[in-house]
């Protein structure tokens, strides 16, 4: 009998979860498509699902950690404000607990990302991490001294909207020229159909089969093709990043920063010009530079983080 947690993974799109051993293995997984308007639902079906399997496998199921897409009060388990998925139920937490005798932790999924690359990934070990999640928009997670950072209503971490420049685009946070308008997968796409409105004939728009289409993988794809106008637009995100980035040792003095998301696959011309750009500013401070990494977790980090998550719940441990 192989002690195990539950730990599930809600976005936007898919529900994921899997059964999860105290060192990190996954053993059973399970994928479904998120119910649009009851994501609780499709998380109280996945959980169920995942519990039937480790009854039937002979493994014991110690606790149910759940990091789900919103904003998320982590004492009682429930969704305060949630801008991209509605929760029929609100209240977690307790949907589960009326279903199970096991204990159910419930945070953030940009949180539970961070603690899973700090309990079985890139940042194992380490007490200070933050973690930004480069997709369409910047998801971020940070561990201070040990702990999670939450804020006061659970919506601290959101380092996507540091302003970095006042006068920059629109954001759909409601300010302009947050940081994840200049450096995360949406932001170079954007990049890429201002280029090509600008030079119909760039590479990017031939990739993308039109200008309109074009998609930060469209950049990345052209930039590693040589093409001097998506190898700009990358140089221009990544140094953005690396000045976001430095806000963040300036405030927090982490030990590692991990970077993860579809953008980070723009490689070098992206990343390179972060770092470059990081250890510049670093050194100009007379800082200790922080480690730059890549998440070595990947898809999965939600998934055991949720699950660490719960093991340290169950067993007592803090988060
Ligand atoms: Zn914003």
Redesign the pocket.
Known sequence: MTTVAIGLDVGGTSTKGALVTPDGTLLERHEVRTEPQAATKTIIAVAEHLFARAIRLDHSPVAFGIGAAGFLDFSSGSVIFSPNLVYDDPDIAAALRGRFAEPVVVDNDANAAVWGERSFGAARGHNNVGLLTLGTGIGSGFIVDGRLLRGSTGAGAEF??L?VDPAGPD?????KG?L??FASGGAIGAWGREEALRRPDTKMAELAGAPELIRGEHVARAAALGDEAALAILRRAGRYLALGLSNLVNVFDPEIIVLAGSATEAGEPFLGVARDELARMTTAQRRRPARLDMSRLGDDMGILGAAALAFDHAIGGGS
């Open positions: 996507g909207h302003v954001c759909p946070c409601g300010l947050c994840e308008r």
